[in-house]
């Protein structure tokens, strides 16, 4: 038989149970009763699932590997550069590498900072070159000016190479995000497609304007053969169809005005549809106004 | 005869001099329009650096306010769960606070006591009735201490699930925080790239394209003057200049900005793509979370009850075997009485056991029963969730750059129609001007 004083300590140990957050078993039992399972165990993941993975963060995280101090001397002779644009470029690169030696910088923030020293780095150079295409332009009109036309650097070209600097800087960055490197790798092709297309294009019309000079008639007429087939297979892939191979210069480029002035006779077809309905039906409208207006006065 | 021989040196000289001196001014004007581009060039590059930089900073101080806000929240929600928490079990820091939950015992436990002594009283001189009298009272107490117990383990599991109520909703909100952090510095970082690209391949090529043919023309001026039999040719040759510059400029000024916004809008799609997953996987978090809150109360509360049963359980059967004592007149009706009372205690204990499976069974491999059965569903739903917001946001992602790409391409092709259009009538008026030079 059991003590029959269990009510005093079963309260002690209630309290004693909150305020120390314990589970405790009170009861003694008698031995036929089955044993006490254990508590079940929270459970925060299952061998059953594949989570799916947190996303990438966003493309411009820290490089591990970018040493930010290893830089070219250039970046340190910021009084001595030779115009505004370097000038200004250097002084966002020294500010960068100012903000990049901050220790407590988030990795968001310092992610972006590489990036942007990166990209000033590409900046100063395109700059050089430029600078340095302009310099090769001076010479060459210094020493005939009538040849500007082959010598004049190209700046849809500049443009255009421009584009692909930028989208191969931004590639060779080791921390950007697959699906913002495959949208670049996507833009990247993209232009290099177009430079290479621009490159050909003007290319053949210089070359006709060489052949012309030479006044080699057979020159000429193969030039402007090669420039018409271009023309037209460019002019076909932008309409969807096929222009026969052998179309003369002329020929091709009376297609090419009907395709930039299309959108234009579109535009005044517009416009005289305009001025008809309102011829038409201006007068009447006018009239119903008038009659209603007289009969309302009265 | 005296003048001519002053005259005579000055002429040549001049005719030396004067035109390196034009040709000299034609540089300087080519070098300073130059500069004025790469000023210009800086100009607009460094303004748009620092409305990133301050862009980008806005971002970041929003997402720290946000996380801090977040805190002071959940802090404050953990204090009401905690307040929650003591009116069932007692404050400790307060003497002799018991809760609610202490209070109902120790009036139980008062009330069985009453109840006693009323019964002895009843009772008078029989003894049977004086034992099942004390059988009650011990009885009372145990199950109301019984009650107690359970009383604060609920209590406090309710406050566990509280807490980790508010934990799943901070975390929701500091990983929306994020979520609207990378949407904000990536407009920061899409306006930045198109500004500059506007600037550094559209702008400056152009503005030095501008001071490339004044330098051609100002040379071809030069040429002029220098060789008078030059000076049709030389007129063709700015005409054309002129002309290549304005198709050029054309084609630049349609591409240009048509190339500036297609960079923004293909980053602004990766950027969207982002957001919108961290956003969904914000709600994955929570739901997960949870998901794993409700298990954890779920199991404890199904503990709660097993523990309580079997402790019943057990006061029963002493109150079981106690009145058996009260009753029995001989050995063998007490050892009947007893064994009766534990085939009963045990039958309801193994009830409670099968009770408590049903609920929970979480042996080392495969989990069962209906708690992990409810978790098991929601992990299952918040991961398919996941899975599909994600793949949505991918096609959305690659359909926004094909749009954007598709934008870029028409007015690529417009523009370059027209450029070889204008190239054409360029070329077309040079040769006309050559003719007319060599017939004249």
Known sequence: MKSSQLPSWKLGVFLTAWQLAL???????????????????RITSSPDFQLPPPPKPWFLQADTNLDILSTNEEEFKVGAAPDAMEIGVLNRIKEIKSNLLQPNADPNSRGMLEHLLKDLRGQLADHHAMVQSNQAFAEAIRSNPRTAWTNMPDPIEQSLVLDVKRNERMLADPALDPNTRSMFERMLEDSKQRLADHKTNLELWINLRLARQTKDVEQT???????????????????????????????IMEEYQKQEKGSHWLDSRKVIRMVILTVLLLPPLVMVFMAIKRRASR | MKLKSIFAPIAIGAFLVVPQLMHASCYSTYTNATTACSTAQNNTDTAAYNTYSANYQNAQNTYNSTVAQDAVAQALTQATCLSTLYTFTGNPQVFNDVGSCGSAVVAADQTADNNYSQAITACGTNDQCKCRAVVARDYSKASAADVGVKCGNDAQNVYNQCVNNSTAVQNRSDRNANATFINSSGVAYATYAKTIATSDNYTAPVCNQ??????????LDVDCGQTPANCCADGCAKTDNSDCFAAYTAYMNSVGPAYAQYQYDSIMCGVTQNHDDYASYAQYGYDIDMANATYDYNRTVAWN?????????????????????????????????????????????????????????????????????????????????LNAAYATHLLTEQTCAQNTSNTYDAICNSAGTAYNNAFNAADQKYQNCLKGCNQG
Not at chain 2, 211 to 219: G, R
């Open chain 2, 305 to 385: 009850i097993y523990q309580y049963t079997t402790s019943i359980d057990a006061d029963q059967h002493t109150r079981d075997v106690s009145l058996c004592a009260c009753n029995s007149t001989n050995d063998s009706q007490y050892n009947s009485c007893v064994a009766t009372a534990n085939a009963t205690q045990v039958a309801n204990d193994n009830n409670a056991l099968a009770a408590y499976n049903q609920k929970n069974n979480v042996p080392p491999t495969t989990p069962t029963g209906d708690n992990w059965n409810t978790w098991n569903q929601a992990y299952t739903n918040a991961v398919n969730s």
């Open chain 1, 221 to 251: 007429t193969r030039a402007e053969k090669e420039l018409a087939d271009y023309l037209a297979a460019r002019l076909g892939k932008i309409q969807g169809k096929t222009y026969p191979q052998g179309m003369s210069l002329n020929a």
């Open chain 1, 23 to 41: 589970m405790v078993n009170v009861n003694a039992h008698a031995d036929q009763v089955p044993d006490k399972p254990q508590p079940p165990v």
């Open chain 2, 210 to 219: 501008n001071a490339s043919t004044a330098y051609a023309n100002c040379s």
